[in-house]
């Protein structure tokens, strides 16, 4: 059983508008939220996280929103670049991020000119 | 510094063969985690090392698998005997103490068991 599921295999979005990437959670353990970028032929990258003591964090042109009662985050990208597409992941850890991360299947983003 | 560095970045093997898997953490780093991508079941944690020891080896599909920490600088990820469903890329990523902290991934290592 799929522990954290992204449902959206890819997503298509027109330069300049903004992406939304969702992820839903079932673990009510995990505590520490992240997403990870992934170009072909190259390891995840990290993007951006979130401490569940927290509703939102924002990097940049990133933010991520975690809504607790309902096991989910969203990572929206404004504006949406060339660059940003990639395959996101989302992923999540327990026990204060001593463990490993569990990841979702990623949602692969394009970017339109 | 050179990030997480996985060799060999590509296998090709034949089934029944042994596959040794290697990864040299980021300098610093005391944690390690060996990760497996299929398109099935994506992204998978098979084992961590929290300062050369293993931690959890729950996530390790078989005992053909096992894993290696020998010194904080190395690691080996070994397949005994290869089956054409370890076919994958395997990740090692590195913390500096596996606390809430981001998880560092090399480049993997994409292995092809015919």
């Known amino acids: 059983d799929q522990q954290v599921k992204q449902n959206s295999p890819s997503l298509s979005v027109q330069e300049g508008r903004i992406s939304i990437l969702n992820c839903d959670y079932t673990?009510?353990?995990?505590?520490?939220f992240l997403w990870y970028k992934k170009y072909p032929a190259e390891g995840p990258t990290f993007l951006i996280s979130?401490?569940?003591?927290?509703d939102k964090n924002e990097d940049g042109r990133f933010t991520v929103f975690l809504n607790k009662s309902a096991k989910h985050l969203s990572l929206h990208i404004v504006p949406s670049q060339p660059g940003d597409s990639a395959v996101y992941f989302c992923?999540?850890?327990?026990?204060?991020?001593?463990?490993?991360?569990?990841f979702g299947k990623g949602t692969h983003l394009i970017i339109q000119p | 510094d050179a990030g997480v560095i996985q060799s060999p970045r590509h296998e090709v093997t034949e089934m029944g063969q042994e596959v040794t898997l290697r990864c040299k953490p980021i300098?610093?780093?005391?944690?390690l985690f060996w990760y497996r991508q299929t398109m099935m079941r994506g992204l998978e944690l098979l084992i961590y090392?929290?300062?050369?020891?293993?931690?959890?080896d729950s996530g390790m599909p078989e005992d053909r698998f096992s894993a290696k920490m020998p010194n904080a600088s190395f690691s080996t990820l070994k397949i005994q005997p290869s089956e054409p469903r370890d076919s994958a890329v395997y990740f090692c990523?590195?913390?500096?103490?596996?606390?809430?902290?981001?998880?560092?991934f090399g480049p993997g290592t994409r292995l092809l068991v015919l």
């Open positions: 992923a999540a850890s327990a026990g204060g991020g001593a463990d490993g991360l569990t």
């Open positions: 673990n009510s353990m995990f505590d520490y």
């Open positions: 979130i401490s569940s003591i927290k």
């Open positions: 300098s610093g780093h005391n944690s």
């Open positions: 090392f929290n300062n050369n020891v293993p931690i959890d």
């Open positions: 990523a590195t913390t500096e103490t596996g606390g809430q902290e981001t998880q560092y």
